[in-house]
């Protein structure tokens, strides 16, 4: 009963070990053959036993795994392995238009439903959201949602409101 206890926590060593130094597998399949031999010797003292160390598997493995991988990002040689993103703000790369919505401008290129169009001293790129509006006809920002400024031609926003 010893040796297999001691075969189950050898094998948890090298599933942890398989965390911390990738080796292709190898620590992975060692860790296998020791949970098979552990299992076996297990079975070997009573079917009580074995089904109790397969539930015990079962658990102690994927928390191993989960408790390896939680833990590596705080130790040096983790923190060594894991890419860290880059450092921005919340939000930022999404530019604030909200404060055009009511806005006029004109469109510089038609707008199929997409183009570009000046709105105050702005160069933005907008979304049509009638259909296909031509090149140098007024228009107003009538929505903002993230990224995508939408606009009707002057004439249609002011008889739609």
């Known amino acids: 009963m010893l040796t297999a206890i001691i075969l189950l926590l050898v094998s948890l ?20 053959v020791c949970i098979i031999f552990a299992t076996i010797l297990a079975f070997e003292q009573g079917q009580a036993i074995g089904w109790a160390f397969i539930a015990a598997e079962v658990v ?15 130790l ?4 060594r392995m894991i890419l860290q993103g880059p450092a921005t703000d919340p939000g930022a790369g999404i530019p604030e238009h909200d404060h055009l919505e009511g806005s006029t401008g004109i469109a510089l290129t038609d707008l199929r439903p997409a183009g ?9 790129s907008v979304v049509s959201l009638g259909g296909l509006i031509e090149q140098d006809t007024p228009i107003v920002v009538v929505a903002v949602e993230g990224a995508e400024i939408r606009v009707r031609p002057q004439d249609e926003a002011g008889s739609a409101s």
């Open 13 to 32: 060593g090298f599933v942890l070990a398989e965390v911390f130094f990738p080796s292709l597998g190898l620590l992975g399949l060692i860790a296998g």
């Open 60 to 74: 102690l493995v994927p928390s191993v795994v989960w408790g390896g991988f939680k833990l590596l990002p705080h």
């Open 76 to 79: 040096p040689f983790g923190r």
């Open 116 to 124: 570009l169009a000046r709105i105050g001293e702005e160069r933005l």
